[in-house]
């Protein structure tokens, strides 16, 4: 190879090479151009705010007093009819007069009178004596009235303690046997043959009245009855739930004729539209308490309303999605909405089209409206990295009013709800079979919503309510009718 050869060989290469460089440079700049523009037209995108719950506050404990009475003749038909007093009927049992037997049994209606803790029994009995003698049987008949006292303790465990004793008797009558010219008392004798049977007639009385006066099965069958969900209403589907978490009861009175107490349970109470949100767990029946309380039918119950944030964001979205804001060639459109919590605000997150496409964050309270009777969203205000990134790039829009014009579209009005309860409370809790023993009757005349709180998937309002209440247990009395 000649030089000349040589040399064109060596510029060759230099020009193939600046022409590489030059097309490496050029690429280098495109790759930079699409980066540049790459990244100048990704939209700037706001991180999400943290979700975070409250617990569903449960309704205040509420007292459900439940009126008891007796009235003192139904009292005294039962026992007259149950309590069969053990006719005795002996011969020869006493030593001093073996010839003579005797016959007693009851021979009229059994009254009763009330004290505290005691109940007394007059008794009428009737005596027929019987002697034997050469000339044939004598007999002879007589009354007397026995005395019985049975004081009575309600135990921690709601059984009924008793203890029965003949106080005293008296004759009214008494038997006499006329042998010719001759009259034969017999009373005394009588009387030994009582005394000896005074023991088992009050053991006999204390099981009758200990078998009558069920009181643990009456109180605990309405305890056991009133706990998980009870069906109120199918369209909707409503359960009310009640947890009942103490329970005592008034000493027992008679007043006007009637043996009356009061049973208060403290429970507390919530309407439910999920079986799922009920209580499934059975509590024992608690100790005995007593204590005076004012005999009343009043009571004091609240119930819980939950409004989901899948129905809040079906009504907001009505009004919220669509609204757009512009300002010159600017603008933007709310495209969806969603609701979640953060404690006790509630976080809106606006789905935004338009020259910004992503999400802003705005944040409001819960207020309820008693006058309104609605769910109102208060004190709304863009989340604090929404509020920063939009003074950065969209300052404009501070003036337009989109704070104050979601915040008046978020409204969900529970009037229909509070309305529904109203109507369902009058119907259905006017007579509310639990089951075919257990009915309860009730009716409000107050009901207002105080307190709201937020949980993961709803906004949960309580409701106060005032009414009267009975709860009927039929078939199982607790004086044992």
């Keep these: 190879m000649g030089i000349l050869q040589y040399a064109l060989l060596i510029k060759l290469k230099f020009s193939f090479g600046l022409y590489v460089n030059k097309m490496l440079q050029k690429i280098f700049f495109l790759l930079l151009v699409s980066l540049f523009l790459s ?26 007093n439940i009126p008891v009475e007796m009235d003192i003749m139904t009292l005294e038909q039962a026992i007259n009819e149950q309590v069969e007093l053990l006719a005795i009927n002996e011969k020869s049992l006493v030593d001093e007069d073996p010839s003579l037997s005797f016959l007693i049994k009851k021979s009229d209606r059994i009254l009763l009178r009330f004290g505290e803790n005691s109940i007394y029994y007059d008794v009428p009995l009737s005596i027929w004596v019987r002697k034997k ?39 009214i009558e008494k038997p006499v046997l006329k042998l010719g010219f001759t009259d034969l008392r017999v009373a005394f004798l009588a009387d030994q043959v009582l005394a000896r049977y005074k023991e088992p007639i009050a053991e006999m009385i204390d099981e009758q009245i200990r078998e009558n006066l069920i009181l643990k099965e009456y109180v605990a069958f309405a305890w056991e009855e009133l706990q998980g969900l009870i069906p109120v209403s199918e369209d909707p589907e409503l359960w009310l739930d009640i947890e009942p978490s103490a329970l005592c009861m008034s000493p027992l009175q008679v007043i006007d004729g009637k043996i009356k107490c009061t049973i208060g ?17 059975t509590k024992k029946l608690p100790p005995l308490e007593i204590k005076d309380m004012v005999r009343s039918d009043d009571f004091l119950i609240n119930l819980g309303v939950t ?58 309270t819960p207020f309820f409206n008693n006058e309104k009777n609605q769910i109102e969203i208060i004190n709304v205000d863009f989340e604090l990295q929404t509020k920063n990134f939009l003074l950065k790039t969209m300052q404009w829009l501070f003036h337009k009013g989109i704070t104050r014009r979601i915040q008046e579209q978020l409204v969900f009005p529970l009037d229909e709800d509070i309305q529904n309860l109203k109507n369902i409370a009058k119907t259905e809790l006017s007579h509310l079979e639990i089951d075919e023993m257990l009915l309860l009757k009730a009716s409000l005349y107050h009901l207002e919503v105080f307190d709201s709180r937020i949980t993961e998937d709803a906004i949960h309002v309580v409701v106060h309510s005032k009414g009267k209440i009975n709860l009927i247990v039929r078939g199982l009395d607790p004086f044992g009718e």
Excluded at 40 to 55: F, V
Excluded at 265 to 281: F, L
Excluded at 310 to 328: C, D, L, M, N, P
């Design 265 to 281: 349970i403290t429970s507390s109470a919530a309407i439910v539209m999920d079986k799922e949100q009920g209580n499934t767990r």
């Design 39 to 64: 990244l100048a037209c990704k939209t700037p995108q706001i991180i999400k705010p943290p979700a975070s719950y409250q617990e569903a506050k449960a309704p205040e404990p509420s007292v459900l």
């Design 307 to 364: 409004m989901p944030f899948k129905k809040a964001e079906t009504i907001a979205r009505k009004y919220v999605v669509g609204q757009t804001y512009s300002q010159g060639r600017k603008e933007i459109i709310i495209n969806d909405l969603e609701l979640y919590g953060q404690g006790e605000r509630l976080v809106i997150k606006a789905g935004i089209g338009g020259d910004y496409k992503g999400d802003f964050y705005l944040l409001g």
């Design 133 to 171: 003698t050469l000339l044939g049987n004598l007999e002879a008949e007589g009354k007397l009235e026995m005395n019985f006292t049975t004081n009575y303790d309600i135990q921690n465990d709601w059984n009924v303690a008793t203890k029965t004793e003949i106080t005293s008797h008296r004759w």
